[in-house]
């Protein structure tokens, strides 16, 4: 098979292991679907801004650079106005003047074909403010203008929109722009501080949330197959500056998984991680089990040794202790006494651990010749909250 085609083959693999219906780290949400735009797009700002539009509040205006997500913070609070009660316009650019605006607002009739042909030496038609307020208070719904990239817009214009603001009640206004440097204070003023909002950046929590919203859109959890570690190490300044970068680091890792290649350091205590890369290998084809702590919340209250153990156990067979003495290189102390507890032997272990449903692991015991031998197995109750489906 060709080294192309072997790359998208073992994407599909990963993703259909992972049980994703897609990838969901694309850079740019599709404005043209909105069950998929509302679906992928985690708000912040957003969220924010549509209670106040929702309570009646007249401007509101986000700013920031380039890559924040200030074009789909406007999408997203447009989606999300209910119709019957909004009218909403979108100006993706400032209008040049005030037919302009008029024109993208539908407040202006179109020309027949006839009028338009023999008209074109003609000055364009003029629409007069008091005549669009007119239109827009005449439309007997809340109309909401959009204006994306506002600072390009001149200070006429930004007049513009105050004075219709100051004589419309039923008219809203959302900006998205740079900086506020370029608009009158009068605009700003009519805005208010409280409504003017920021964002030049996103903290590791706010990332996280945005991956996690993304997993959990296409069936994913938790924020599987990313280990803390990974996700702490792409959190640098640079890439919290807009989510493009760090999709560019987890869409990496993801070939890294799909292809095998992933580093050892990061995947040595993932499951889900080594699963995958099993399964990107050729691994156990179709019975290969991908495994999460998604539903074992106490997991964090084991020692590191029981922890060790339990994940040993979890992804193979049962093993004896002088096999589990290898594959973690415990004394033989440490290992007995992590084995005694999770099956539920200590009674002040399972005291101070209240929530750990013990005991995790069950033994059997085999004839080796004339010597017994004890065999480690998880419980099958307790293996089934580990594995993804």
């Known amino acids: 098979m060709p080294e192309g085609a072997a790359i998208f083959e073992a994407k599909e693999k990963l993703l259909s292991q992972l049980g994703w219906s897609e990838n969901p780290f694309v850079k740019d949400l599709r404005v043209y679907d909105k069950e998929s735009f509302i679906k992928y797009y985690c708000p912040f700002e957003a969220a924010t801004i549509l209670q106040r539009l929702a309570f009646d509040t007249k401007a509101c ?78 439309s007997g719904k809340k109309t909401v203008f959009f204006l994306d990239e506002a600072h390009l817009a001149d200070l006429d214009m930004h007049m513009e929109f105050k004075y219709l603001l100051d004589e419309v009640p039923n008219l809203r206004l959302v900006i998205s722009a740079l900086g506020k ?23 590791k929590e706010e990332m996280t949330q945005i991956i996690s919203h993304r997993l959990s859109a296409v069936g994913g959890r938790e924020r599987h197959p990313f280990p803390p570690a990974f996700l702490q190490s792409i959190y640098t300044e640079q890439n919290l500056l807009t989510p493009r970068y760090v999709f560019d680091e987890l869409n990496n890792y993801l070939a890294s998984l799909a292809l095998g290649k992933a580093k050892p350091t990061l995947v040595e205590e993932d499951l889900i991680v080594k699963s995958a890369i099993e399964y990107s290998q050729g691994g156990k084809g179709e019975e290969q089990e991908m495994l999460t702590k998604l539903h074992a919340d106490w997991w964090v209250l084991l020692s590191p040794s029981q922890q060790r153990i339990m994940s040993i156990l979890l992804a193979g067979e049962g093993l004896s202790l002088s096999e589990i003495l290898e594959k973690t290189s415990f004394k033989q102390d440490t ?13 002040a272990e399972q005291e101070r651990k209240p929530t750990v449903p013990f005991p995790l692991i069950s033994v059997e015991r085999i004839q080796v010749g004339k010597r017994p031998k004890n065999i480690y197995y998880i419980n099958q109750k307790i293996k089934n909250l580990f594995t993804l489906h």
Not at 103 to 108: D, F, I, L, Q
């Open 61 to 138: 205006m986000l700013l920031g650079p380039k890559g924040v997500g200030k074009t789909s913070a406007l999408y997203y609070i447009l989606f999300s106005l209910p119709p019957q009660e909004f009218s909403v316009v979108f100006f993706k650019e400032a209008p040049r003047n005030l037919y302009e605006l008029a024109k993208e607002a539908g407040a202006v009739k179109e020309k027949s074909f006839f009028s338009k042909l023999f008209a074109f030496r003609k000055k364009e038609a003029d629409i007069s403010r008091k005549e669009l307020a007119e239109r827009i208070k005449a």
């Open 181 to 203: 440097e370029n608009f009158p204070d009068s605009l700003l003023q009519l805005v208010g501080e409280n409504n003017i909002f920021h964002r030049s950046s996103f903290s």
């Open 335 to 347: 290992a007995f006494n992590a084995l005694r507890q999770l099956e539920g032997r200590d009674k």
